[in-house]
């Protein structure tokens, strides 16, 4: 079954420090990617995605992400992240042609000001 | 992007009783939409997709005369808990797509059965 793994639960990070988050996925076919973040008390909104072409893409807010498709990755970066990046991030995977999103764990991101 | 509402925000309601869960896309029609649970600490995980005009599609596990779903409408899908038992308590996600593939997320339902 496919499925989706984020292998950073927890992390702290001071101000203007560089962030990356990691996401692997296990399925051999076609592949939609998305990282999805959750403010605190706030619904999830749409970081990023990736459908096809440049394996690297920007999001919002300063966010990218690269695929690495011979790794299955999908890892979330950011060059100096702001107290304001204190969220949950979620990676997530369509396969085929569904629209079922399969959701990693979530990462909590604390960034301490 | 789509904007998702959900109504109530949360209930607390008696074990036994029934909660019924509203989203509604407020500026797209939506033949499809998506329901998701999170438990604390946990993933959101998919429990059925609601289709318009017909029958839910229920991920494995997830019973489908415990958790109705009726999309009676392309704005509007319910979620039914029957009899609900404190175990069913979580937070109740929808979510929709427009042909984009991406799907925009409700704001969720906190449900607490005492």
């Known amino acids: 079954a496919q499925s989706v793994s984020q292998h950073n639960h927890h992390v702290i990070l001071s101000e203007a420090a560089s962030l990356e988050l990691g996401c692997n996925y296990s399925?051999?076919?076609?592949?939609?990617l998305f990282w999805y973040v959750q403010y605190p008390g706030q619904h999830l909104q749409l970081l990023l995605k990736y459908f096809s072409g440049d394996p690297l893409v920007k999001g919002i807010k300063g966010f990218e992400a690269e695929f690495i498709k011979s790794k299955f990755s999908f890892n979330l970066r950011k060059p100096s992240v702001q107290w304001s990046d204190t969220a949950e991030y979620f990676c997530?995977?369509?396969?085929?042609?569904?629209?079922?999103?399969?959701f990693g764990s979530g990462t909590r991101l604390l960034v301490r000001p | 992007g789509a904007v998702v509402s959900q109504h109530p925000s949360w209930v607390i309601c008696k074990s036994g009783t029934s909660v019924k869960i509203e989203c509604r896309s407020l500026d797209f029609q939506a033949t499809t939409m998506f329901w998701y649970r999170q438990f604390p600490k946990q993933s959101l995980m998919l429990m059925a997709t609601s289709n318009e005009g017909s029958k839910a599609t229920y991920e494995q596990g997830v019973e489908k005369d415990k958790f109705l779903i009726n999309h009676a409408s392309l704005t509007l899908s319910t979620l039914t808990v029957t009899s609900a038992h404190p175990e069913d308590s979580s937070f109740y996600i929808c979510?929709?797509?427009?042909?984009?593939?991406?799907?925009?997320f409700g704001p969720g339902t906190r449900l607490l059965v005492l």
């Open positions: 979510s929709l797509n427009i042909a984009s593939e991406t799907q925009y």
């Open positions: 399925y051999g076919g076609t592949v939609n």
């Open positions: 997530a995977v369509t396969t085929d042609s569904s629209y079922k999103l399969i």
